[in-house]
């Protein structure tokens, strides 16, 4: 996961937990997934990961507290059958999705020392968002109305386009180069002698009547 992502993880959290939460443990949680989007490095990753360890040994039981249907029956969920549900359900949310994240090998991607060893890893996501992204947003703008399949070989096009090697010509088929016959004008305006195609107005209508009349002054005022 790049620092982009992770400043998603933060704005996550911060739905679950809300800007001011209302308890030290949630308090405590925010202020440390705030700190996620300063995190550079492999050592930066371990120390952020060793605080959310110690967040947990304070607050390990507080978030596993539940709720009684028998002690809350007019709440909805107990209205629904259940017999009890976690107390602080967005707090274990908001801490438990970093845990699975972590777990995963999602949360710090691009501290990964096989990926390191190739060489430095880009930490954010711009070169992608600004550089190919943004290209392909503008184009299905372009063609939007237009068929899917239209749209996904437009797509492609440009992403070939900024391979490494790209060969536009190599698409071109003999085919292309042969001479194409030209389609035959058509005549503008009735052919002679059927002047009188033109629809005449219906007998019984007065042409001139207001709306068809010829208009001049300013929005057709006299």
Not at 87 to 114: K, Q, S
Not at 133 to 141: I, P, T
Request: net charge positive; charged share 30%; hydrophobic share 35%.
């Amino acid at each position: 996961m790049t620092k982009d992502s992770l400043v998603h993880v933060v704005r996550n959290t911060r739905r679950d937990l809300t800007g001011r939460p209302g308890t030290p443990a949630g308090r405590e949680l925010l202020a440390l997934a705030g700190r996620l989007a300063k995190v550079g490095d492999a050592g930066g990753a371990a120390v952020w990961l060793a605080g959310l360890n110690r967040w947990h040994n304070d607050h390990g039981a507080f978030i596993r507290q539940r709720t009684m249907a028998s002690s809350d029956p007019s709440d909805p969920r107990a209205r629904a059958g259940r017999r009890w549900w976690w107390t602080h359900e967005r707090l274990r949310r908001a801490y438990f999705r970093l845990v699975r994240l972590n777990r995963r090998g999602e949360l710090f991607a691009f501290c990964d020392p096989d990926l390191v060893a190739g060489g430095p890893v880009p930490s954010t996501t711009n070169r992608i968002e600004g550089g190919v992204n943004a290209d392909v947003k503008r184009v299905l703008d372009a063609h939007r109305g237009l068929t899917g399949e239209h749209m996904r070989r437009c797509c492609e096009w440009v992403v070939y386009m900024k391979s490494r090697d790209p060969d536009p010509e190599s698409f071109v088929t003999p085919e292309c180069w042969r001479a194409k016959r030209t389609r035959r004008e058509e005549p503008d305006g009735p052919a002679p002698g059927t002047e009188t195609a033109v629809q005449l107005p219906t007998t019984g209508v007065d042409a001139y009547e207001s709306g068809f009349g010829i208009r001049k002054g300013w929005a057709g005022r006299s």
